[in-house]
């Protein structure tokens, strides 16, 4: 009976605390405590341990892991069958060819995998031996973090940060409170308060905490940070006592203890099922555009290879169908052999050929791709200009696969603070009833001694503008959450609040409080504490004045403001209340509305965050009106929330307007410049935080992110609740459209004139609702689509209030459209690494917010504006050169095989080989295979500098535009041209040179030597070609090369070699050599199979060149020097306009120092039409007359008139 009472008293406990709906739940025992007898049943439940995991591999599974990972790449897979097969099978080429490169490929990527992830281990040891402190019978222990368990106690001391997912049971404050930091998890970096558990926050020691006897039931592990329901039952002598639990009894993994000695709390969530954790997206492999390409070239090669074999199989067969043209005796047939079923010897012949073709699938290309990625990426780490003297940090590659991808971002998911901001707020001014106040510059009507160089504003009050301004600063100093500590450092950081005082710090759960306290201490007004219920502030005369805090109306996301409520000294009761500028408006009966509104309105435009200052003097009867609503309210257990809305609403009516301040949230140094460069690339830039609308929106006008021409559209939670989700889609799609016309923007600048440019703001809750894969509206549509289509015709998009897993979601629904754009997301926190994993392009910054992003990045920089080189300059290079390396890999291996398909034609389809073995195996690991790999290091087809300052440039390599199919086709059809002029030309050659001039015949040795000369030499001199940017160490490696192949062929041809049974090429090479029209025949195939190219590279230059050609010949003509002159992109007026854009454009831009030189150089480039032309013009000084330049349509015209400046 007794246990049916208990269970009957749990349920009703249940229903009491409004958790009727309790689906799927955990027992949580305090300290491993059983519940006394007669309460509920005791259940073990078992649960992970604490250790965090981000690694890939363990030491068992890396080796078959890692292998199945390698041979997915059609390649890898590719060059095992060959390899089997020469295993099984007699083939003309021995195993080695094929098993030895395909060995050297695994190897070095496995070694370069297994490095990366055992980094990764060692990070996670770091955070898993950790030591924490538990509490366990009534002392305190050390533990690792990892053998931390669910239901342990545990004691954290300020400044530490949390190692699991805890709930709050007593602290060392008094009230039973805590202040945290959650930056590493949703970016903000300003003090949360958090409450300890009614009933328990008086155990202020081991002993005392040890005694609890509690359980805790709560709902499973989910992700949503914002979100915990759950109850937990103290026993304290017979009856239970049931109270619930919420987000604000919740601290979470990877936050920090501030401004509390130490707290006591009981772990709930452990390991991978913390809140942080289960935001973290698994580590999948990344895959480039660029390897994708490679793949999809590989199939068409394999099907050629196939398709080779399958005509070389035939026409033997058809060949030997003639009784007198059977099977060679020479090729060693045996009887069985012959005697063999045709099919089976059919498919023999047919995995021979495949086997003498196979060198046309280049594997050693997948080890130089290899060699280019893990080397290039050196040359980020060793950039001096991404280093960061402050933090004293480099920029670090964790993962070298995705190099190229830098050069092909469309889409930039960046974080809001510690990205692009800062996240420090700096009081700006204040404006009280239409006078300025700027601390230190104007104050009281005074001009300040430091601002003697400043443009004033009349602000001098008249005389009964005394009272309003003191009240106003009163306001300021009373109306805040903030806190003040009384101790040494913050974050290491030395700030004092008032002479002659002990040193003190205010810290508070908004940083926008903080830069409001400290400007009123600039401007004369000092907070100094809340003591006993009374908030004490030194005013002007350094007289301490004193005022009761009564109530605190807090500030939420809906109403936008805050008030309190004090009693001052003189018995007079006041109400204060500050808020977002449209929420305090409509509120107000008296003041100077329209004079405030002007300079609020100004400030927004600046970028500024602004807020309104109002207050109401209430009588006894109306305070006493106040509280009573105030009270009822907060004793509701039904719809508290609404109910307390209702009352505020009630109490912050009839308002007096004071003033407006104005706050600015400080940019990374040069995030404006980097965002506006990314524009100008073809970029588009969207910004997810967990940040309020109104601070983001901010923000994104001081980032340039927005402009002030932004038309900005809003699909909020406060929009969706006066129309429907459905209206408000089809609203703004309805706008957007008609502006453009239907056609999207996504190949126009979001800096272009023409037309409305459109900004996006969406929120959380909004998104979530566009994303929910079912509407049950059947009008609705697919409201993915038309999100993704009104994003589309915005040049920027601002998403707030995300949970990290929505960063994600965005992100791979931005992946996902009909484009498949290249993304890019960058971020500092711990709340910014599943949309860093879900990217095709990870970075992260090494910021204040811990380095659990720098750690999951593909990249880590120190600083936001180091983004601007990384992209347009090492991603542009990367690009460039990995697809040369692609494209020339194919090329260069298709002049290598299809001499031998041709060959076959004229020895009877016997799968003779054309080379020695030797030449074989060392065509792609030798002869041919440094120049490229140098060449994919440092060619510069554009001086760095000019990258830089012409993002515009960026866009020439987008959308994978040089490894596109008539690219790649152009390459093969040169290839197979010079491999026919190689072959034919020696046929020939050879037809009339039959004899040295010693008698001694040629023999098919030497023809295929002959080839094989012409050959390494047409594609080594191929790529000298192409080479723009020409150090001693190309010289060196490219002649280099050939003068080793010639060495070698001396060396392999002049001696007998003991170890070989054969010596088929001994005095071959020489032999061939001894001959004149060797020689000339040499020369004359190298010359012939070189000048189509060029032919076609010197007419296109003429007649079509490319931005980038047209950049080349205007340095070669200044010698290197063309990047001392900003190039004039952006410029669409013509030429007879550009001295005035100039000037425009220097009064915004500070000059570069090297710009006050003497101009000795007149080089620039302009639009002229549509496209660039760079072009030489009279020194910019000069530049008046720009009409006898107007005709010049070609690319580049003649020198100016030398002018002296």
């Given at each position: 009976?007794?246990?049916?009472?208990?269970?009957?008293?749990?349920?009703?406990?249940?229903?009491?605390?409004?958790?009727?709906?309790?689906?799927?739940?955990?027992?949580?025992?305090?300290?491993?405590?059983?519940?006394?007898?007669?309460?509920?049943?005791?259940?073990?439940?078992?649960?992970?341990?604490?250790?965090?995991?981000?690694?890939?591999?363990?030491?068992?599974?890396?080796?078959?892991?890692?292998?199945?990972?390698?041979?997915?790449?059609?390649?890898?897979?590719?060059?095992?069958?060959?390899?089997?097969?020469?295993?099984?099978?007699?083939?003309?080429?021995?195993?080695?060819?094929?098993?030895?490169?395909?060995?050297?490929?695994?190897?070095?990527?496995?070694?370069?995998?297994?490095?990366?992830?055992?980094?990764?281990?060692?990070?996670?040891?770091?955070?898993?031996?950790?030591?924490?402190?538990?509490?366990?019978?009534?002392?305190?222990?050390?533990?690792?973090?990892?053998?931390?368990?669910?239901?342990?106690?545990?004691?954290?001391?300020?400044?530490?940060?949390?190692?699991?997912?805890?709930?709050?049971?007593?602290?060392?404050?008094?009230?039973?409170?805590?202040?945290?930091?959650?930056?590493?998890?949703?970016?903000?970096?300003?003090?949360?308060?958090?409450?300890?558990?009614?009933?328990?926050?008086?155990?202020?020691?081991?002993?005392?905490?040890?005694?609890?006897?509690?359980?805790?039931?709560?709902?499973?592990?989910?992700?949503?940070?914002?979100?915990?329901?759950?109850?937990?039952?103290?026993?304290m002598d017979s009856e239970p006592v049931a109270r619930p639990l919420g987000a604000e009894n919740l601290l979470l993994r990877g936050a920090t203890l501030k401004n509390t000695e130490y707290i006591y709390a009981v772990a709930i969530y452990t390991g991978m099922e913390t809140k942080m954790a289960l935001n973290y997206q698994s580590k999948t492999q990344k895959r480039s555009a660029v390897e994708k390409s490679m793949n999809a070239y590989l199939v068409v090669y394999l099907c050629i290879l196939i398709s080779k074999a399958f005509i070389n199989t035939v026409l033997k067969y058809v060949w030997q169908a003639d009784p007198n043209r059977d099977e060679p005796w020479y090729n060693e047939r045996t009887k069985a052999e012959r005697q063999r079923h045709i099919v089976i010897r059919a498919f023999t012949d047919f995995l021979a050929f495949m086997v003498l073709f196979n060198y046309i699938i280049p594997v050693s290309m997948y080890v130089t791709v290899e060699m280019q990625k893990f080397l290039g990426s050196y040359f980020i780490m060793w950039d001096d200009e991404m280093f960061d003297e402050e933090l004293?940090?480099?920029?670090?590659?964790?993962?070298?696969?995705?190099?190229?991808?830098?050069?092909?971002?469309?889409?930039?998911?960046?974080?809001?603070?510690?990205?692009?901001?800062?996240?420090?707020?700096?009081?700006?001014?204040?404006?009280?009833?239409?006078?300025?106040?700027?601390?230190?510059?104007?104050?009281?009507?005074q001009i300040m001694p430091d601002a003697a160089s400043m443009d004033m504003i009349d602000s001098s009050p008249g005389p009964g503008a005394r009272e309003s301004e003191e009240l106003f600063f009163r306001a300021l100093c009373l109306c805040h959450t903030v806190q003040v500590k009384e101790e040494e450092t913050v974050d290491g950081i030395k700030q004092g609040i008032h002479q002659g005082k002990a040193t003190s710090f205010y810290i508070s759960s908004s940083p926008d409080e903080v830069a409001l306290v400290e400007g009123m201490k600039r401007l004369g007004f000092t907070y100094l504490r809340l003591k006993d219920s009374h908030m004490e502030i030194l005013n002007r005369e350094d007289e301490i004045e004193r005022f009761e805090l009564l109530d605190v109306l807090t500030f939420d996301s809906v109403r936008r403001r805050m008030s309190v409520i004090v009693r001052s000294s003189t018995g007079e009761v006041y109400l204060f209340c500050k808020g977002a500028d449209s929420s305090i408006f409509p509120r107000v009966i008296s003041g100077k509305v329209e004079q405030v509104r002007a300079r609020v309105e100004h400030n927004a435009v600046e970028g500024l965050r602004t807020l309104c200052v109002a207050y109401r003097r209430l009588s006894p009867d109306q305070y006493q009106e106040v509280c009573h609503l105030l009270s009822s309210a907060k004793l509701a257990l039904q719809e508290r929330d609404k109910r307390l809305a209702e009352a505020y609403d009630q109490i912050e009516k009839d308002l007096i307007l004071l003033g407006a301040t104005a706050v600015e949230d400080r940019l990374q140094e040069k995030a404006a410049d980097t965002i506006e460069s990314l524009h100008k690339a073809g970029m588009k830039v969207w910004v997810l935080t967990g940040d309020k609308m109104e601070t983001a929106a901010a923000t994104c006008y001081a980032s340039k992110l927005f402009r002030r021409s932004t038309q900005i559209l809003e699909l909020t939670t406060k929009r969706t609740e006066e129309q429907s989700l459905h209206d408000v889609l089809f609203d703004l799609s309805r706008t957007v459209l008609r502006q453009h016309g239907g056609m999207t923007r996504d190949n126009i600048s979001g800096l272009s004139g023409d037309g409305t440019d459109y900004g996006l703001i969406i929120d959380g809750a909004t998104l979530s609702a566009v994303l929910k894969p079912g509407q049950e509206d059947s009008n609705s549509g697919n409201y993915k689509e038309i999100f993704l289509e009104i994003c589309r015709n915005c040049s920027a998009v601002l998403c707030c209030r995300m949970a990290p897993l929505q960063k994600a979601q965005i992100v791979k629904l931005i992946k996902a459209s009909k484009e498949h754009p290249i993304t890019l997301a960058i971020?500092?926190?711990?709340?910014?690494?599943s949309m860093i994993l879900e990217a095709h392009v990870g970075i992260g910054i090494m910021g204040k917010e811990g380095r659990q992003a720098a750690r999951n990045s593909d990249y880590a920089i120190p600083k936001f504006k180091h983004l601007k080189k990384m992209l347009l300059v090492h991603g542009h290079y990367y690009y460039i050169r990995i697809s040369e390396l692609v494209q020339y890999f194919f090329y260069k291996n298709v002049c290598f095989i299809f001499p031998q398909f041709l060959y076959q034609f004229f020895c009877g389809f016997s799968q003779q080989p054309l080379y020695d073995t030797a030449y074989l195996t060392l065509y792609n690991i030798s002869f041919t295979s440094l120049p490229i790999l140098l060449y994919s290091l440092i060619e510069q087809h554009i001086n760095m500098d000019i990258l830089k300052k012409d993002p515009s440039l960026y866009r020439d390599i987008a959308k994978n535009c040089l490894l596109r199919w008539p690219i790649f086709i152009y390459w093969t059809v040169l290839g197979v041209y010079d491999a026919i002029v190689m072959f034919f030309g020696a046929y020939f050659l050879f037809d009339n040179t039959t004899f040295t001039s010693n008698g001694q015949m040629f023999g098919n040795w030497t023809f295929g030597t002959l080839v094989f000369t012409v050959l390494v030499f047409t594609v080594t001199f191929k790529l000298a070609l192409d080479t723009h940017y020409w150090t001693w160490i190309n010289h060196f490696i490219i002649w280099g090369s050939l003068i080793f192949f010639v060495v070698f062929s001396l060396l392999w041809g002049g001696i007998i070699w003991p170890f070989l049974n054969y010596q088929r090429m001994y005095y071959v090479f020489m032999q061939m050599l001894s001959s004149g029209p060797a020689w000339l025949s040499i020369i004359l195939l190298i010359t012939a199979s070189l000048v189509p190219d060029v032919v076609k590279k010197v007419v296109c230059r003429a007649l079509w060149p490319t931005t980038t050609e047209q950049i080349q010949n205007a340095d070669k003509l200044y010698n290197g020097q063309l990047s001392e002159f900003t190039p004039l992109a952006a410029l669409h007026a013509p030429p007879s306009q550009g001295g005035r854009r100039r000037d425009s454009a220097s009064q915004r831009n500070p000059p570069n120092p090297r710009r006050s030189e003497p101009l000795t150089k007149k080089t620039m480039f302009t639009r002229w039409r549509n496209t660039p032309d760079y072009c030489t013009f009279a020194p910019l000084l000069r530049f008046a007359d720009g009409s006898r330049h107007s005709k010049q349509g070609h690319a580049y015209g003649g020198a100016g008139p030398e002018t002296s400046v």
């Amino acid at each position: 009976m007794g246990m049916d009472l208990s269970t009957l008293r749990t349920l009703i406990s249940r229903y009491c605390v409004g958790e009727e709906n309790w689906v799927d739940n955990r027992t949580v025992y305090i300290g491993h405590k059983e519940p006394p007898p007669g309460a509920e049943a005791y259940i073990l439940q078992r649960y992970p341990d604490n250790r965090i995991v981000s690694s890939k591999y363990t030491f068992l599974n890396f080796v078959p892991k890692n292998l199945f990972e390698q041979f997915r790449r059609i390649a890898n897979f590719y060059f095992l069958i060959i390899f089997l097969v020469e295993l099984i099978i007699d083939t003309p080429t021995s195993p080695i060819t094929s098993g030895l490169p395909l060995f050297f490929v695994i190897t070095v990527t496995a070694i370069k995998q297994g490095y990366e992830d055992w980094l990764r281990h060692k990070a996670d040891n770091a955070v898993n031996q950790c030591p924490v402190h538990v509490v366990q019978h009534g002392k305190v222990v050390r533990k690792q973090s990892r053998k931390l368990r669910v239901g342990d106690v545990v004691m954290v001391k300020e400044n530490e940060t949390f190692p699991c997912d805890l709930i709050l049971l007593s602290s060392s404050r008094d009230d039973g409170t805590c202040y945290v930091t959650t930056a590493s998890l949703d970016g903000e970096s300003s003090h949360k308060t958090y409450y300890a558990v009614q009933d328990t926050k008086a155990f202020k020691t081991e002993e005392d905490v040890d005694s609890i006897q509690a359980t805790i039931e709560c709902e499973q592990p989910q992700p949503d940070l914002y979100k915990f329901v759950g109850r937990v039952n103290i026993y304290m002598d017979s009856e239970p006592v049931a109270r619930p639990l919420g987000a604000e009894n919740l601290l979470l993994r990877g936050a920090t203890l501030k401004n509390t000695e130490y707290i006591y709390a009981v772990a709930i969530y452990t390991g991978m099922e913390t809140k942080m954790a289960l935001n973290y997206q698994s580590k999948t492999q990344k895959r480039s555009a660029v390897e994708k390409s490679m793949n999809a070239y590989l199939v068409v090669y394999l099907c050629i290879l196939i398709s080779k074999a399958f005509i070389n199989t035939v026409l033997k067969y058809v060949w030997q169908a003639d009784p007198n043209r059977d099977e060679p005796w020479y090729n060693e047939r045996t009887k069985a052999e012959r005697q063999r079923h045709i099919v089976i010897r059919a498919f023999t012949d047919f995995l021979a050929f495949m086997v003498l073709f196979n060198y046309i699938i280049p594997v050693s290309m997948y080890v130089t791709v290899e060699m280019q990625k893990f080397l290039g990426s050196y040359f980020i780490m060793w950039d001096d200009e991404m280093f960061d003297e402050e933090l004293g940090e480099r920029a670090v590659v964790n993962t070298s696969d995705l190099n190229e991808e830098l050069g092909q971002v469309e889409y930039v998911f960046t974080d809001k603070t510690g990205t692009l901001t800062e996240n420090n707020m700096e009081f700006i001014e204040c404006c009280v009833d239409g006078h300025v106040y700027v601390p230190h510059v104007i104050c009281n009507g005074q001009i300040m001694p430091d601002a003697a160089s400043m443009d004033m504003i009349d602000s001098s009050p008249g005389p009964g503008a005394r009272e309003s301004e003191e009240l106003f600063f009163r306001a300021l100093c009373l109306c805040h959450t903030v806190q003040v500590k009384e101790e040494e450092t913050v974050d290491g950081i030395k700030q004092g609040i008032h002479q002659g005082k002990a040193t003190s710090f205010y810290i508070s759960s908004s940083p926008d409080e903080v830069a409001l306290v400290e400007g009123m201490k600039r401007l004369g007004f000092t907070y100094l504490r809340l003591k006993d219920s009374h908030m004490e502030i030194l005013n002007r005369e350094d007289e301490i004045e004193r005022f009761e805090l009564l109530d605190v109306l807090t500030f939420d996301s809906v109403r936008r403001r805050m008030s309190v409520i004090v009693r001052s000294s003189t018995g007079e009761v006041y109400l204060f209340c500050k808020g977002a500028d449209s929420s305090i408006f409509p509120r107000v009966i008296s003041g100077k509305v329209e004079q405030v509104r002007a300079r609020v309105e100004h400030n927004a435009v600046e970028g500024l965050r602004t807020l309104c200052v109002a207050y109401r003097r209430l009588s006894p009867d109306q305070y006493q009106e106040v509280c009573h609503l105030l009270s009822s309210a907060k004793l509701a257990l039904q719809e508290r929330d609404k109910r307390l809305a209702e009352a505020y609403d009630q109490i912050e009516k009839d308002l007096i307007l004071l003033g407006a301040t104005a706050v600015e949230d400080r940019l990374q140094e040069k995030a404006a410049d980097t965002i506006e460069s990314l524009h100008k690339a073809g970029m588009k830039v969207w910004v997810l935080t967990g940040d309020k609308m109104e601070t983001a929106a901010a923000t994104c006008y001081a980032s340039k992110l927005f402009r002030r021409s932004t038309q900005i559209l809003e699909l909020t939670t406060k929009r969706t609740e006066e129309q429907s989700l459905h209206d408000v889609l089809f609203d703004l799609s309805r706008t957007v459209l008609r502006q453009h016309g239907g056609m999207t923007r996504d190949n126009i600048s979001g800096l272009s004139g023409d037309g409305t440019d459109y900004g996006l703001i969406i929120d959380g809750a909004t998104l979530s609702a566009v994303l929910k894969p079912g509407q049950e509206d059947s009008n609705s549509g697919n409201y993915k689509e038309i999100f993704l289509e009104i994003c589309r015709n915005c040049s920027a998009v601002l998403c707030c209030r995300m949970a990290p897993l929505q960063k994600a979601q965005i992100v791979k629904l931005i992946k996902a459209s009909k484009e498949h754009p290249i993304t890019l997301a960058i971020g500092d926190g711990a709340n910014d690494v599943s949309m860093i994993l879900e990217a095709h392009v990870g970075i992260g910054i090494m910021g204040k917010e811990g380095r659990q992003a720098a750690r999951n990045s593909d990249y880590a920089i120190p600083k936001f504006k180091h983004l601007k080189k990384m992209l347009l300059v090492h991603g542009h290079y990367y690009y460039i050169r990995i697809s040369e390396l692609v494209q020339y890999f194919f090329y260069k291996n298709v002049c290598f095989i299809f001499p031998q398909f041709l060959y076959q034609f004229f020895c009877g389809f016997s799968q003779q080989p054309l080379y020695d073995t030797a030449y074989l195996t060392l065509y792609n690991i030798s002869f041919t295979s440094l120049p490229i790999l140098l060449y994919s290091l440092i060619e510069q087809h554009i001086n760095m500098d000019i990258l830089k300052k012409d993002p515009s440039l960026y866009r020439d390599i987008a959308k994978n535009c040089l490894l596109r199919w008539p690219i790649f086709i152009y390459w093969t059809v040169l290839g197979v041209y010079d491999a026919i002029v190689m072959f034919f030309g020696a046929y020939f050659l050879f037809d009339n040179t039959t004899f040295t001039s010693n008698g001694q015949m040629f023999g098919n040795w030497t023809f295929g030597t002959l080839v094989f000369t012409v050959l390494v030499f047409t594609v080594t001199f191929k790529l000298a070609l192409d080479t723009h940017y020409w150090t001693w160490i190309n010289h060196f490696i490219i002649w280099g090369s050939l003068i080793f192949f010639v060495v070698f062929s001396l060396l392999w041809g002049g001696i007998i070699w003991p170890f070989l049974n054969y010596q088929r090429m001994y005095y071959v090479f020489m032999q061939m050599l001894s001959s004149g029209p060797a020689w000339l025949s040499i020369i004359l195939l190298i010359t012939a199979s070189l000048v189509p190219d060029v032919v076609k590279k010197v007419v296109c230059r003429a007649l079509w060149p490319t931005t980038t050609e047209q950049i080349q010949n205007a340095d070669k003509l200044y010698n290197g020097q063309l990047s001392e002159f900003t190039p004039l992109a952006a410029l669409h007026a013509p030429p007879s306009q550009g001295g005035r854009r100039r000037d425009s454009a220097s009064q915004r831009n500070p000059p570069n120092p090297r710009r006050s030189e003497p101009l000795t150089k007149k080089t620039m480039f302009t639009r002229w039409r549509n496209t660039p032309d760079y072009c030489t013009f009279a020194p910019l000084l000069r530049f008046a007359d720009g009409s006898r330049h107007s005709k010049q349509g070609h690319a580049y015209g003649g020198a100016g008139p030398e002018t002296s400046v």
